[in-house]
């Protein structure tokens, strides 16, 4: 990392430390070291001539002054925000960076033509994707990583909406059982997890709330899984269900990219999810605005040949 970040981003390190509770939590939002936001700190500290962050136990917690600033660091970057739409519209153009959070199965199909269609209607926004899931993608937003961020809520285990950020529903989705080809119940329509209580599960990696999703499912039916296997993205664990004999839920959207070697079918009674683009309330940049309307048009579209 740069030695001579501003005191702008510096007071963003500091907000996240005082959202996220410690170096390492608002270290994983900003995609830095501890130490690094440590430096960046020490580094505002002399700037404000008092000190921000003391030790407690083995994190930090933030002084009267660190927390005065860090309070008042949230609405240095609102206004930042809006200082950035202004100068778009000084230009009469929309341009402007747009960075963008999402989830995997929204990459692997409306994401890319919605940013892909962006690009030829406004050449001036540079839209950069990072897939990224929720419980990391929303803390980011609201530290101002992200401008906007795709996420899912499931109706069994629905997403906690930070405050002052805006929901657009893109589109509805439902979870998909996986099963090697060669399984007993490959022909069916539709299946229950109940018939499948003695299999091996692969889920999704420890600590992350897609392995707590397929835990909790699986629970709600009266299921204890056995979960062998935890692997992060859904080519593979298409690939252990197909290797390893294991079977798996996913999302309805991500069986687009599974193999032959492995079979589909809508669990049953079905169980949906909701997709959403989210932004901060106070965003009013005209090349977010234009991104999130490619989004929703792409997500709505998609799979009934409009995209």
Not at 4 to 18: G, K, P, Q
Not at 69 to 93: F, P
Request: net charge neutral.
């Amino acid at each position: 990392m740069s030695g001579d970040l501003s005191n702008v981003e510096r007071l963003r390190m500091l907000h996240a430390v005082w959202r996220r509770g410690s170096l390492a939590a608002a270290a994983e939002v900003l995609h830095v070291t501890p130490s690094a936001i440590s430096q960046q700190l020490t580094k505002l500290e002399r700037e404000a001539g008092t000190g921000l962050l003391v030790r407690h136990g083995r994190g930090v917690r933030l002084t009267p002054a660190g927390l005065l600033l860090a309070q008042r660091s949230e609405r240095v970057l609102a206004e930042l925000r809006g200082a950035r739409a202004d100068l778009d519209s000084l230009t009469g153009e929309t341009t402007g960076v747009v960075e963008i959070g999402a989830i995997p199965s929204a990459v692997h199909t409306f994401i890319t033509p919605a940013l892909t269609g962006l690009a030829v209607r406004y050449p001036g926004i540079e839209a950069r994707l990072h897939e990224v899931e929720p419980e990391e993608s929303l803390p980011a937003l609201t530290d101002g990583v992200f401008d906007v961020v795709v996420v899912e809520s499931w109706e069994n285990l629905p997403l906690t909406r930070p405050p002052n950020t805006r929901w657009t529903v893109l589109r509805d989705d439902a979870a998909t059982i996986v099963l090697p080809a060669g399984h007993r119940l490959a022909g069916a329509d539709s299946i229950r997890a109940e018939d499948l209580a003695d299999e091996i599960w692969v889920a999704w990696a420890r600590r992350t709330l897609a392995n707590a999703w397929i835990r909790q499912t699986l629970r709600e039916r009266g299921i204890e899984p056995t979960v062998r296997h935890t692997v992060s993205g859904f080519g593979t664990q298409f690939a252990v269900v197909a290797g390893l004999g294991a079977v798996t839920i996913v999302p309805g959207m991500a069986t687009t990219i599974a193999p032959p070697t492995v079979v589909c079918a809508p669990l049953e009674p079905v169980l949906h999810r909701q997709l959403y683009a989210v932004q901060p309330q106070g965003e009013t940049r005209p090349a977010v605005a234009e991104c999130v309307a490619a989004l929703v048009g792409a997500a709505r579209s998609w799979g009934t040949g409009g995209s």
